[in-house]
């Protein structure tokens, strides 16, 4: 009723000043998992050139369930809660009862299996955007991610390693 109209009212008012903070805590979630991305170890937001978004969540693609449920955990006991964002329509007891769909929805499937949403919200600070995905001067890697214990390695180290297979190796 009233109370939420307010709250959204105000959210409107200052919706401006909103949309730049959920951007540039966005933007830093980018930038700080680009490297684990070219690596190979997990999937970031693609924004065409040609399109503009709001920051209103950021999440990122695992290899598969099992490797998004260890992370889930892992940084569970990081104190960062995570979500996994999404059951598919086709796939939901009402979408099942009364639903239709062509195809088999692999993608869909696929992604609603992988993907993670980080903690984003507007008072979220820098030192806890950086624990998400490192720890000081420290890339923090999930045991889910090298299929042993988790390993903390300094940044220039993790930058050298060539493949996964060498960083399990560490």
Do not use: C
């Not at 951007?23 to 924004?47: C, F, G, M, Q, T």
């Not at 045991?143 to 993790?158: N, W």
């Amino acid at each position: 009723g009233e109370i939420i109209a307010a709250f959204l009212m105000a959210q409107l008012e200052d919706v401006k000043k909103i949309t730049k903070q959920r951007l540039k805590v966005w933007n830093s979630y980018h930038a700080l998992l680009e490297e684990l991305e070219k690596e190979d170890y997990l999937r970031r937001p693609i924004i065409p050139n040609t399109s503009e978004h709001n920051g209103h969540m950021y999440y990122i693609l695992t290899k598969n369930q099992k490797e998004r449920a260890n992370l889930i955990n892992f940084l569970k006991k990081q104190d960062i809660l995570t979500v996994f964002h999404y059951i598919p329509l086709h796939s939901s007891p009402a979408g099942k009862k009364v639903g239709r769909y062509m195809g088999n929805m692999k993608v869909t499937n696929r992604v609603s299996d992988t993907i993670l949403r980080l903690p984003l919200f507007y008072d979220i600070t820098d030192a806890e955007i950086k624990k998400v995905g490192f720890r000081g001067e420290n890339i923090k890697i999930p045991h889910s991610l090298t299929g042993k214990r988790a390993v903390e390695l300094p940044i220039e180290d993790f930058k050298s390693l060539k493949s996964k297979e060498e960083l399990i190796k560490f």
